[in-house]
């Protein structure tokens, strides 16, 4: 039994219902009657709690109504005009979907009969915009009748349908009212007197009229069951497929972009450190007193292999075919186990030497070339360095040439050869007292600087991209919300819970960001595979891409992306959901 106590409702100054005081029975169809404006629909949303807004009170079986969405959920459907559908839902789906919010079970054979019994079991797997006036009408019954609600609240349910259709959907909320309170708002006062029981009259705020009394029957639910929601929201993303496309497709760009920028940078700086492991003079490097003077006798240090005077071979003059050579000339290390040839061999004695691969071919594969001392020496090439990535047209003499040039010996100048491993160990601490210079450490930082330029204009693209992407997706799961606000309104106003809705919510914009990172992450790691295994980025650019470990291993990128996108998703879906969830239901509703 639903009883009203003083129940009265004002919009600013204007009294729209002035202390209603009713009891309604359990069954039974009651007309509501009244001139356009006075105040009918608003009294209706009150009966059914959709409106809380109001000084009064409201019982239900003999206790006060406290909580709203449980109120809603258990006993309420609502007819409005043709507002209570959800456009990315199939009639079948709008059908069960009261059932589901309130979490009562239905069988798929009750569902075949009643929508048989009211003409509509062909209409089911189409969606509402498809569907007459008539037709939504008797689906809005179906929906009533699925979830058997004690109390069906229908305003205007005749509203924009011919005579025929009206009678039809009439007799079945008639037949509705044998076991339920059905209430109808309507501006026809035939069809109230020919169908109601009661016909009540809202006028100057005051609700006139006798209600009929009905037997009392006693009202009983459907069982409940545990019903989900995810297919609404799975329906709701395959209703927004366009926008979430473009959405996918420029959020998988901006993850390749960002992975592969990251990778070949990786691989750029793995290649530059290995081509200084392979460099002829990586070990190499000499050292001038910082006040100019002269070396007595060659300086000891832990991490020093092999020390000795300068040679200023700048000044030595070579030509092959009495043409003068123009390039670098250095001393090969005393152990040259790691220098690799392309061909030939290392010197074995002081009148050989070996060319880099851009002199041999400048040169056109010298046997022989003349170094001029203060005799000409007649100098045998006996090998060709293998192309490195510091690759420049240069000579080798072997160390044992040292022996014949102490005209040219520098004893300003000391030359070092580092232990292995122990190069920049060593260039750092000979460069408190001495200036060091090593050709490989500058040519190193050289790149480096380069390279972290590069890296720092990457990272700017990189952050600027996210933060476009993290607007975009909040722009699109913006527009996406907002489009689906009068839903929301129709979900409360089917008694669902916001916090159930924000979760779900939540889960969807999760999902979203799930899909986009799986999705970037699958296409990057398809095109590290291509370019590394199938296009070989090596044998065309010297690089690999590359992975490094970030925190814990080499695949942390893949982490970092799908962490970077659930966050970003999550914000784009907070903000609007929050507003959405401060949404007064009707006011929407009505607005339509
Ligand atoms: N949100 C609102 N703010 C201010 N006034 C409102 C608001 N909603 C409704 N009203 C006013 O309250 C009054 C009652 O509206 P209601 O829709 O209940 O009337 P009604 O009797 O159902 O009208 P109709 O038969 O034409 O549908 C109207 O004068 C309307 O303009």
């Known amino acids: 039994m639903l009883e009203l106590k003083h129940i009265s409702k004002r919009f600013e100054e204007h009294l729209i219902i002035d202390d209603v005081s009713l009891?309604?029975?359990?069954?039974?169809?009651?007309?509501?009657?009244?001139?356009?404006?006075?105040?009918?629909?608003?009294?209706?949303?009150?009966?059914g709690m959709l409106d809380d807004d109001f000084a009064g009170e409201i019982f239900y079986n003999g206790e006060k109504v406290m909580d709203r969405s449980e109120f809603i959920s258990q006993?309420?459907?609502?007819?409005?005009?043709?507002?209570?559908?959800?456009?990315?839902?199939?009639?079948?789906?709008?059908?069960?979907?009261?059932?589901?919010?309130?979490?009562?079970?239905?069988?798929?054979?009750?569902?075949?009969?009643?929508?048989?019994?009211?003409?509509?079991?062909?209409?089911?797997?189409?969606?509402?915009?498809?569907?007459?006036?008539?037709q939504l009408k008797r689906a809005s019954i179906a929906k009533a009748m699925l979830k058997q609600s004690p109390i069906i609240l229908c305003d205007e349910p005749t509203g924009a349908l011919h005579s025929q259709q009206a009678q039809i959907v009439m007799q079945e909320l008639k037949k509705l009212s044998l076991k339920s309170l059905v209430i109808i708002v309507s501006h026809d006062p035939l069809l109230l007197k020919q169908y109601c029981d009661s016909v009540l009259t809202l006028e100057n705020a005051k609700l006139k009229g006798r209600l009929k009394k009905t037997p009392i029957i006693q009202t009983t639910h459907p069982q409940p069951k545990t019903y989900s929601m995810f297919f609404y929201s799975f329906k709701q993303l395959l209703y927004q497929r366009?926008?979430?496309?473009?959405?996918?497709?420029?959020?998988?760009?901006?993850?390749?972009?960002?992975?592969?920028?990251?990778?070949?940078?990786?691989?750029?700086?793995?290649?530059?450190?290995?081509?200084?492991?392979?460099?002829?003079?990586?070990?190499?490097?000499?050292?001038?007193?910082?006040?100019?003077?002269?070396?007595?006798?060659?300086?000891?240090?832990?991490?020093?292999?092999?020390?000795?005077?300068?040679?200023?071979?700048?000044?030595?003059?070579?030509?092959?075919?009495?043409?003068?050579?123009?390039?670098?000339i250095s001393f090969l290390p005393i152990q040259t186990?790691?220098?690799?040839?392309?061909?030939?061999?290392?010197?074995?004695?002081?009148?050989?030497?070996?060319?880099?691969?851009?002199?041999?071919?400048?040169?056109?594969?010298?046997?022989?070339?003349?170094?001029?001392?203060?005799?000409?020496?007649?100098?045998?090439?006996?090998?060709?360095?293998?192309?490195?990535f510091f690759t420049q047209e240069e000579i080798y003499c072997s160390p044992l040439l040292q022996n014949e040039l102490s005209a040219f010996k520098d004893m300003k100048t000391l030359c070092v050869e580092a232990k292995e491993q122990s190069h920049q160990m060593l260039y750092k601490s000979l460069s408190q007292d001495y200036f060091v210079y090593s050709d490989v450490i500058e040519r190193v930082?050289?790149?480096?600087?380069?390279?972290?330029?590069?890296?720092?204009?990457?990272?700017?693209?990189?952050?600027i991209s996210f933060f476009v992407s993290l607007l975009l997706i909040g722009i699109v799961e913006s527009t996406i919300y907002y489009e689906r606000t009068h839903d929301v309104a129709y979900l409360l106003s089917l008694g669902m819970k916001r916090k159930r809705l924000f979760v779900l919510s939540i889960i969807e914009a999760l999902s979203l960001g799930i899909m986009m990172a799986i999705g970037g992450c699958l296409l990057s790691a398809f095109l590290y595979f291509y370019f590394n295994n199938v296009y070989l980025l090596k044998e065309h650019f010297g690089i690999l891409l590359s992975l490094h470990p970030i925190l814990l291993s080499q695949y942390d990128l893949y982490g970092f992306i799908f962490i970077c996108y659930m966050l970003m998703t999550m914000l784009?879906?907070?903000?609007?959901?929050?507003?959405?969830?401060?949404?007064?239901?009707?006011?929407?509703?009505?607005?339509?």
């Open 23 to 47: 009891v309604l029975p359990d069954c039974g169809m009651v007309g509501i009657q009244g001139t356009s404006g006075c105040g009918k629909s608003t009294l209706l949303y009150i009966i």
């Open 75 to 134: 006993n309420i459907s609502y007819m409005m005009q043709n507002k209570d559908f959800i456009s990315a839902l199939t009639i079948k789906e709008n059908i069960t979907l009261a059932s589901q919010v309130s979490q009562f079970d239905y069988s798929p054979a009750i569902l075949q009969k009643i929508t048989t019994q009211l003409s509509i079991q062909d209409l089911l797997k189409r969606y509402p915009h498809q569907l007459s006036g008539g």
């Open 242 to 328: 366009n926008k979430l496309l473009f959405l996918f497709l420029f959020q998988w760009i901006v993850i390749v972009a960002f992975f592969l920028i990251v990778t070949a940078m990786n691989g750029v700086f793995d290649a530059i450190s290995e081509s200084e492991k392979s460099s002829v003079q990586v070990n190499m490097m000499t050292i001038e007193k910082k006040d100019s003077s002269a070396f007595e006798e060659l300086i000891t240090h832990l991490q020093i292999k092999n020390v000795t005077y300068d040679y200023s071979l700048e000044q030595l003059q070579w030509s092959y075919q009495n043409k003068d050579i123009t390039c670098f």
């Open 337 to 388: 186990s790691h220098i690799q040839l392309s061909k030939g061999r290392l010197p074995q004695n002081s009148h050989e030497i070996i060319l880099s691969l851009p002199l041999y071919q400048t040169l056109k594969q010298p046997q022989t070339l003349t170094c001029l001392t203060d005799t000409k020496i007649e100098m045998q090439v006996v090998g060709v360095l293998e192309e490195h």
């Open 445 to 463: 930082e050289n790149y480096q600087s380069i390279l972290s330029l590069a890296r720092l204009i990457a990272y700017v693209f990189i952050g």
């Open 572 to 592: 784009g879906a907070l903000l609007p959901t929050r507003k959405m969830m401060s949404i007064n239901m009707i006011d929407v509703l009505r607005e339509e």
